[in-house]
């Protein structure tokens, strides 16, 4: 069974910086498609950044030049690295994992992300 543990969230001020990281267990983490996924009051749950077994990334619109996605194979970790915050990257963040689209996903528990203006 793959468990997802995040960590890293927290308070940082506008402009400032934050870096999640999330541990993968239970499977073959590089045959995993990674991904940090966001949730804001009120509002869905949106794509951040995603990356392919082969480390290609995806952002979404409003992150791109300022988030950066890695994953580590050896270690089994994915790190979201989150620079020139804005208040509205407020929102619990969320480490995905899944191996194509038809397969079940596997989601973390969620890390608290505030900013502050």
């Known amino acids: 069974q793959v468990q997802l543990v995040e960590s890293g969230g927290g308070l940082a001020q506008t402009g400032g910086s934050l870096s999640l990281d999330c541990v993968f267990s239970?499977?073959?983490?590089?045959?995993?498609?990674m991904g940090w996924y966001r949730q804001a009051p009120g509002t869905q749950r949106e794509m951040v950044a995603e990356i392919a077994p082969g480390g290609r990334p995806n952002y979404a619109d409003s992150v791109k030049g300022r988030f950066t996605i890695s994953r580590d194979n050896a270690k089994n970790t994915v790190t979201l690295q989150m620079d020139n915050l804005k208040p509205e990257d407020t929102a619990v963040y969320y480490c995905k994992a899944w191996l194509d689209p038809f397969s079940r996903p596997y989601w973390g528990q969620g890390t608290q992300v505030t900013v502050s203006s």
């Open positions: 239970g499977s073959i983490f590089s045959a995993y498609m």
